[in-house]
């Protein structure tokens, strides 16, 4: 099968900023990607390029990302068989160059990558899970429903970005998006009793005017309660404190209080005596390595302890924190590393080293759902994409829904077991 044509162009992402659209045709078939976006994003993340000229969306546009796949991509896949993902994607990283993708930008390559598993799988007429996962993709993975927001992602002063719930308690993937959707709005009703806002962040989940992170545990707890689920037994608690974001000196500098990693340590030692916390991600800060070894040692045993800033979703990294014992699970994001084979190496290497994984979205998003079928290729038995609101983050949650009901019997739901520490 030939690729016919290969186009990029400039779309809105969720925030309203600038981000890569992919169109990429074989012979019957067009398929499309759309690139998501962070924003309290890993120091070593393959680089998202932007054109930087201030007179257009503030320096945010993406034209020469676009350029980069009309232009060089184009030129050396147009008119070819269309290869399979591995080369395909050792073709774009050898056309780029550079260690981090930035000569032609890693939003370019992972749309073009991303493009090319969906023509594929349009081709077989096989679901994108079932083309990148084969027989054994059956696994719907725990949804982490992003309820409330504060970092980077919300203008309130919670200095943790993110609190969610996790329904791994429940039976079926829609059993728990139900749940997420229910104490999603109880949790709208207690912040309005309590004369809080109910406005929300970057990823749907309410950003009220609260400060200490046991603010927002405590909201969530009470939003369960109100619900009828049993918290610890349905639904249980993760976070994402992004604690890169409140590193200072040395220092975790947070609610007017000041820690170093070890009083961090035996802070979240606290919290899992008193909430059903299953899961901690970017708990400490990237470059607080000691700390991160530290609190593996501690916690590990017990909770699950996930790296994103620190990993980057890279192979080699990931591998390096296996033998290390730096966390014991990892955060999957595509566009971290770049393409859709590099993703795929991360599980691999997560797994065969004992590690968890999270399938994750970006903050700024798209209605493209392509993480949703890559959890369940790549069997990750998690996954979170923001609050279950907001048309970006459920059209992640309803392909999941859709999947699994279209593997039917032969679906099965991750549940409390996917975690690390469980
Ligand atoms: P980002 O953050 O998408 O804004 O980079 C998400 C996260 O830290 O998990
Ligand atoms: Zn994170």
Avoid at 154 to 176: H, K, S, V
Avoid at 212 to 226: F, G, N, Q, V, Y
Wanted: aromatic share 6%; hydrophobic share 45%.
């Amino acid at each position: 099968m030939k690729i016919v044509s290969l186009s990029a162009s400039e779309i809105l992402d969720s925030r309203g900023l600038p981000t890569v659209e992919v169109s990429l045709g074989l012979d019957r078939v067009t398929a499309r990607a759309s690139v998501p976006s962070g924003k309290s994003t890993g120091k070593a993340e393959a680089l998202e390029l932007r054109d930087g000229d201030k007179k257009r969306y503030g320096g945010k546009g993406v034209l020469k990302a676009v350029e980069a796949v009309n232009g060089t991509i184009a030129r050396a896949l147009v008119g070819k068989e269309l290869p399979s993902q591995a080369e395909l994607d050792r073709i774009l990283i050898e056309l780029d160059g550079t260690p981090t993708k930035s000569h032609l930008g890693a939003n370019a390559i992972v749309g073009v990558s991303i493009a090319a598993a969906r023509s594929r799988a349009l081709i077989e007429g096989t679901p994108l899970y079932a083309s990148l996962g084969g027989a054994e993709a059956t696994l719907l993975p725990v949804p982490c429903f992003n309820v409330i927001n504060g970092g980077a992602h919300a203008p309130n002063d919670l200095d943790f970005q993110e609190f969610m719930l996790a329904p791994a308690g429940r039976r079926t993937y829609a059993e728990a998006l139900r749940a997420g959707s229910e104490v999603y709005h109880a949790l709208a009703a207690v912040l309005s009793s309590k004369g809080l806002s109910s406005a929300v962040g970057d990823e749907g989940g309410f950003a009220p005017a609260i400060k200490h992170p046991t603010e927002a545990l405590d909201l969530l707890m009470r939003a369960i309660e109100r619900s009828g689920y049993r918290a610890g037994e349905d639904i249980f608690i993760a976070i994402d404190p992004a604690a890169s974001g409140f590193f200072t000196d040395g220092r975790y500098v947070f609610a007017g209080e000041s820690h170093d990693a070890a009083e961090m340590s035996a802070m979240y030692a606290a919290w899992l005596r008193e909430y059903p916390i299953l899961s901690i991600e970017d708990g400490l800060a990237e470059d607080d390595v000691a700390g991160w070894r530290l609190l593996t040692r501690d916690l590990g045993k017990r909770v699950q302890i996930v790296g994103d800033d620190i990993f980057v979703s890279n192979p080699g990294k990931i591998a390096a924190a296996i033998k290390e014992g730096t966390a014991n699970a990892v955060l999957l994001k595509p566009n971290q590393i770049g393409t859709v084979t590099e993703i795929s190496e991360a599980a691999r290497v997560a797994r065969a080293g004992g590690f968890r994984m999270m399938m994750s979205h970006r903050s700024g998003e798209t209605d493209d759902s392509f993480v949703a079928d890559l959890a369940v290729a790549l069997r990750t038995g998690q996954i979170k994409s923001g609050a279950p609101a907001r048309g970006e983050r459920v059209a992640k949650y309803n392909q999941l829904l859709r999947i699994e009901r279209e593997l039917g019997t032969r679906a099965r739901y991750a549940g409390r077991g996917a975690f690390a520490g469980a």
